[in-house]
């Protein structure tokens, strides 16, 4: 099946610091990628819609100047937690859409996830 | 928005025997049905879906079943075995995935 990957895999950063995670879908075109967060045996929750080529859409609650957004090419999004503070620390999953994605097919996938610490 | 629940949070069950897990959702627009399974420190991994226009899939070990007119769908899970402990989600979507909270299932020895 299709494969999205994650870089890095972990990160530690002082509070302060920006920290960007990578998302690849790695043998397809991905026009839309989803970015989600899950904090310790909690759910996994939406934070923003990227569409390549235009503006990301946030969640209701997520700062969009804190969590940027980019996804300037059909194969790469990135994610720049900005001033990251300890309760930034979290577990990031991003998700990649098949390009070819109808409402009777599924091909959305995960990758592995980012787990970030900040101190 | 879509709103789903997820029941029962934790679930032990004896090896060899079935687990279910039963999920509703909010939003009749949503027309695509997924379940995920998330070991420790991973993404996600889809291990069964289900479309709003069929009632019942089977995968295995793994099926899944959906009422639409009440709005909820349900995991099956037969014959367990201990690699099936893991965190269960199940999700809807109709324009974006959005997850119940998950349930944590024990398979014991």
């Known amino acids: 099946g299709a494969v999205v990957s994650q870089h890095p895999s972990w990160v530690i950063c002082k509070s302060g610091t920006s920290v960007k995670i990578e998302c690849r879908s790695l043998?397809?075109?991905?026009?839309?990628m989803f970015w989600y967060r899950q904090f310790p045996k909690q759910s996994l929750m939406l934070m923003a819609t990227?569409?390549?080529?235009?503006?990301?859409?946030?969640e209701q609650g997520v700062e969009k100047d804190k969590f940027l957004i980019n996804h300037a090419s059909l194969t790469l999004s990135t994610l720049t937690v900005t001033s990251a503070h300890p309760e930034d620390s979290s577990f990031y999953i991003c998700?990649?859409?098949?390009?070819?994605?109808?409402?009777?097919?599924?091909?959305?996938?995960f990758g592995p996830g980012t787990r970030l610490l900040v101190l | 928005g879509e709103n789903v629940e997820q029941h029962p949070s934790t679930l032990s069950v004896q090896e060899g025997d079935s687990a279910v897990i039963k999920c509703t959702y909010s939003?009749?627009?949503?027309?695509?049905f997924p379940w995920y399974k998330q070991e420790l420190g991973k993404g996600p991994q889809l291990i069964i879906d289900?479309?709003?226009?069929?009632g019942e899939k089977k995968d295995q070990r793994i099926a899944v079943t959906l009422n639409k007119t009440a709005k909820h769908f349900s995991l099956h899970i037969t014959e367990t075995q201990p690699e099936d402990s893991a965190v269960y989600f199940c999700?809807?979507?109709?324009?974006?995935?959005?997850f119940g909270k998950g349930t944590r299932l024990h398979i014991l020895p």
């Open positions: 990227s569409n390549e080529g235009s503006k990301a859409t946030y």
């Open positions: 939003d009749s627009a949503s027309n695509y």
């Open positions: 999700a809807a979507r109709d324009d974006k995935i959005i």
């Open positions: 998700s990649a859409r098949d390009p070819f994605w109808t409402s009777s097919q599924e091909t959305q996938y």
């Open positions: 289900i479309r709003s226009n069929v």
């Open positions: 043998d397809f075109q991905a026009t839309t």
